[in-house]
């Protein structure tokens, strides 16, 4: 059976650092309630000019060194974004060109911030049926750009970065010992599309619009779906939570993070958190998480990583796989 097992992780993230105490001189907010109530301390805004493509092509050649392989060596890239550089083309195929791929294929996908699972998903499908052998999957966001500076439910929770991982064709046994990505597990409910969206868009507005948030809404429907989505695709691997090596949680809300962990009983020392340092990334952050742990060397090989996120759609899913 053929598995897709990561080979190579790579992020970037722009270089401006704004602090909590930044939104203090033009909003009524404080470090404080931004830090209790979402655990976030710090987030990345691109600067004027930079784009998403920017961020997605950094972290795409760190993936490339992390693996030791040419960007003529990738068979597809599948980007999610829900910030796209232009409404078209794709901002997979800027990627796909400044890598030096003149074959294959590229393409985004937009799940907003389960962005990232549905990509691994698409990928892990890709490879088993043979279409692609190596695929860039890609997270990258500037939700900077769709942010209304004068709304502090939802300015001070965003963030810019991208994060990419790079997935091979390899031989497995078809059992949850082999490398690799075991088992996917997706979602989406459109009845619940008020609660997480951007209020603009080609065919409606003309424009890019603002992200609008019901945030308690969306707060009660992640902690639900997303233990429920974990639980399913370990279920789907053959696995319980006892096998988990490291949770890597769609990094949106530290409370989120470790209500789910609680309910799917994975203790918070395996539990991947970035969120105090990049905010919410929206697609970025799981790869983005994936690929700081695996430079500071957390990530052995054969651990058990459980991936899972929810956003605007809703749409939520989660992965599970053999490092
Ligand atoms: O990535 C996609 C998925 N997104 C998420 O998972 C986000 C889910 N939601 C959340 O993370 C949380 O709901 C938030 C962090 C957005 C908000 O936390 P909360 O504990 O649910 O707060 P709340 O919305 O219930 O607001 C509590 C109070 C309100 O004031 P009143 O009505 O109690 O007087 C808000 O107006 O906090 C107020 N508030 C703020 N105060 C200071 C809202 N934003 C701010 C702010 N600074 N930035």
């Given at each position: 059976m053929i598995r897709a097992v990561p080979r190579g992780t790579g992020h970037y993230l722009p270089v401006r650092v704004v602090e909590n105490a930044e939104f203090e001189k033009t909003l009524d907010t404080s470090d404080e309630w931004i830090r209790s109530r979402s655990g976030i301390e710090r987030r990345h805004f691109a600067h004027e000019g930079e784009k998403t493509s920017d961020l997605a092509i950094a972290a795409a050649r760190a993936a490339l060194l992390d693996a030791g392989l040419?960007?003529?060596?990738?068979d597809a890239i599948v980007l999610a974004t829900a910030t796209p550089d232009q409404t078209f083309p794709s901002t997979a195929v800027r990627v796909q060109d400044a890598i030096g791929m003149r074959g294959g294929f590229a393409f985004d996908i937009q799940a907003v911030c389960a962005g990232f699972v549905f990509a691994l998903a698409q990928a892990d499908a890709m490879i088993r049926t043979g279409l692609a052998r190596r695929v860039m999957v890609i997270g990258a966001e500037t939700f900077s750009r769709i942010l209304?500076?004068?709304?502090r439910t939802t300015c001070v929770l965003f963030g810019d970065g991208a994060g990419a991982l790079i997935l091979e064709a390899a031989e497995g046994?078809?059992?949850?010992?082999?490398?690799?990505?075991?088992a996917t597990d997706l979602h989406s409910d459109?009845?619940?599309?008020?609660?997480?969206?951007?209020?603009?868009g080609p065919s409606s507005t003309g424009t890019a619009g603002a992200v609008r948030m019901s945030g308690q809404e969306v707060f009660k429907h992640a902690v639900i779906k997303l233990a429920q989505t974990g639980a399913a695709a370990l279920k789907k691997a053959g696995?319980?939570?006892?096998?988990?090596?490291w949770l890597v949680p769609h990094q949106a809300n530290l409370r989120i993070m470790t209500m789910t962990a609680q309910k799917l009983g994975?203790?918070?020392?395996r539990v991947v958190v970035t969120v105090q340092d990049h905010g919410n990334t929206s697609a970025a952050s799981i790869p983005l998480a994936l690929s700081v742990a695996n430079a500071e060397g957390r990530l052995r090989k054969g651990d058990v990583i459980l991936v899972e996120a929810i956003g605007g759609g809703l749409a939520w899913g989660a992965a599970v796989m053999r490092w």
């Open positions: 040419e960007g003529s060596e990738i209304d500076f004068t709304d046994e078809g059992s949850a010992e082999d490398r690799g990505i075991l459109g009845r619940y599309s008020d609660l997480l969206y951007v209020d603009g696995l319980d939570t006892t096998g988990i090596d994975v203790p918070m020392e």
